[in-house]
């Protein structure tokens, strides 16, 4: 038993010798947390956009920390929306499909028409479904003090900057979507990916509301559509936009979901935003088709010539760590045999 815990210890310590580190998380940027834990966040967040038909599709997959049990989250969206649950396996496709190459060498919102309420006005329930642990309603209407007051009176309970990002939304006769747990463990770790289905006739993700948080705002968004994509809104202009990948998924996956968006919109686009001054959010995340289609794939190369041989004698180093604590335990055990009355 001890030599096997002695190749188990050997084995530990060969990955951590070719491992390495996780990137940074982000924070929550498609809507507004709410909870009585101050310290409540996202920790890490993908969407996944795409229009057919007059009808857009935000699939989104959130990492959620709370201690609290009622934590939830609102969504704003242009119409009523329609909640349901995603493939879990979704997002781990995309990753797949836009992972970089790596290679040996040197190291290289608007335009909506505002509308009002009468003064406290509430909001209408259109829906309400359970997905998993999570219920989600879906408002339209009302007026902000209205839409405060029902929020306030099912149990979501919002700090005072974020509830002042609702009110744009409000004029320009926006929905939400308001998630919530329903359990009584707290929200923590990996939530199931939940898509929302409403009427649009632009390619938008809600953005307004992340004028509330005080982080920077790490946002990776997704877009299936007939061409590669870029920000059209104007804040695009003011943060770091990056394209991390474009190019046809068409044919290249298996998964069910991707499978039945690229029969129409078989463009995938991976777009990266950084944003250092979250206050100075003016606009929504809108989408247009880019001046070509050129594919895209990020390139890792490594800084020096002969990483990939580097590389190999740390694998190989891991190798020998390992025959070298089983050659350790077998000799332990012979001699502990020999010795034995």
Request: hydrophobic letters at 40%; one cysteine or more.
């Amino acid at each position: 038993m001890r030599a096997i815990r002695l190749v188990a210890a050997a084995l530990l310590a060969a990955t951590t010798l070719v491992g390495g580190p996780g990137g940074p998380a982000g924070a929550c940027a498609c809507g507004g947390i709410v909870s009585p834990d101050m310290a409540a966040k996202v920790t890490g967040e993908q969407a996944l956009v795409t229009l057919h038909g007059g009808t857009e599709s935000i699939v989104m997959a959130l990492d959620v920390q709370s201690i609290a049990d009622n934590a939830g989250l609102i969504v704003p969206t242009p119409a009523p929306a329609t909640a349901t649950t995603a493939d879990p396996g979704l997002f781990g496709e995309l990753a797949r499909l836009t992972a970089p190459k790596v290679e040996p060498g040197a190291p290289s919102g608007a335009g909506l028409d505002e509308v009002g309420a009468g003064p406290g006005a509430a909001p209408t329930v259109i829906a309400q479904v359970q997905l998993g642990p999570l219920e989600a309603t879906t408002l339209t209407g009302g007026d902000p003090s209205g839409v405060r007051g029902w929020l306030d009176g099912h149990g979501y309970r919002m700090r005072p900057e974020v509830t002042a990002q609702l009110d744009p939304y409000l004029r320009q006769g926006w929905s939400f979507v308001a998630m919530r747990l329903t359990g009584t463990t707290p929200l923590r770790g990996q939530l199931d990916p939940v898509q929302l289905d409403f009427r649009s006739d632009r390619l938008v993700y809600p953005m307004r509301m992340s004028a509330a948080a005080k982080d920077t705002q790490y946002v990776t968004v997704y877009t299936l559509a007939e061409h590669r994509m870029q920000r059209t809104d104007a804040d695009a202009n003011r943060q770091a936009v990056r394209v991390d990948y474009a190019g046809s998924v068409r044919g290249r996956t298996g998964d069910p979901a991707l499978t039945e968006f690229s029969a129409t919109n078989p463009y995938l686009t991976k777009i990266s935003t950084t944003i250092t001054d979250p206050a100075a959010i003016g606009t929504d995340f809108t989408f247009g088709p880019a001046t070509t289609d050129d594919p895209y794939q990020q390139v890792i190369r490594s800084e020096r010539p002969h990483d990939d041989t580097a590389l190999q004698l740390a694998v190989g180093a891991s190798v020998l760590v390992v025959v070298l604590a089983v050659v350790v335990a077998v000799g332990w055990i012979r001699r502990h045999r020999r010795a034995a009355p």
